[in-house]
Nanobody
Framework: QVQLVESGGGLVQPGGSLRLSCAAS????????MGWYRQTPGKERELVAV???????TYADSMKGRFTISRENAQNTVFLRMNSLKPEDTAVYYC???????????????WGQGTQVTVSS
């Protein structure tokens, strides 16, 4: 079975930075796309950024120029560097990965439990 473990969340002042990480483990055959999503109370979960297996990236408009997604394939790890943080960035951030297993070679999405990011003075 697959497990995604996130880390790096916390409290930061407006304008500050955080770096999130997410490591996938299990009987993993291959990981295609990996990404970050976030959710706040009363809102739907929204895309933050996604990176495919070839390194191409996609960002939500509000994150462009501030957030950077990257990955280390050998470690099955995805990162999110967040700069110039704003109070409206406060949310639970969830790691997502599209993974095929040795026991089931069809790709399917897996989710981490989330890590809290709070931007406040």
């Amino acid at each position: 079975q697959v497990q995604l473990v996130e880390s790096g969340g916390g409290l930061v002042q407006p304008g500050g930075s955080l770096r999130l990480s997410c490591a996938a483990s299990g009987s993993i055959l291959r990981i295609n796309a990996m990404g970050w999503y976030r959710q706040t109370p009363g809102k739907e979960r929204e895309l933050v950024a996604v990176i495919n297996s070839g390194g191409s990236t996609t960002y939500a408009d509000s994150m462009k120029g501030r957030f950077t997604i990257s990955r280390e394939n050998a470690q099955n790890t995805v990162f999110l560097r967040m700069n110039s943080l704003k109070p409206e960035d406060t949310a639970v951030y969830y790691c997502n990965a599209n993974i095929a297993l040795y026991t089931n070679t069809a790709f399917r999405p897996y989710w981490g439990q989330g890590t809290q990011v709070t931007v406040s003075s």
